[in-house]
């Protein structure tokens, strides 16, 4: 094959084989990336700040579920003072989820708050 075809038909490849305009696949997100976000839903349990991880792969905030262990990462970064003040408090927390990818860590689920709101306490109903 003669040498200019060749450099012509790579040059199409790598301008053509994009899967999307920016250039990104996918499956092939820069390590950290958040994944795009789901629609607003809203989750209820105990709102608990100053968690840590190795490395620091966490937001450093946790809503746990009633009679549950462990919880769900929250991103409360738009909404902090909101955060800070219920931080020990049940709440109902309305945000989107996401995906975000730690080195260590891998694929985690992250509820990105855009609302916080004080939830009754289960038992006193």
Known sequence: MHPLILILVSLICLAGCSGNNNGESPTTRPAGAAAPATRPTTFT???????????????????????????????????RDQAQKHDGKRVSITGR?????????????????????????????
């Open 97 to 125: 989820m996401t995906e975000k990818n730690y080195v260590e860590s891998g694929r985690t689920q992250v509820l990105v708050a855009e609302k916080i709101e004080s939830a009754p306490d289960p038992a006193t109903r």
């Open 45 to 79: 349990g105990t709102l608990r700040g100053g968690m840590m991880a190795i490395g620091g792969e966490t937001t450093g905030w946790t809503l746990v579920g009633d009679a549950q262990t462990g919880g769900i990462q929250v991103d409360v970064s738009r909404i």
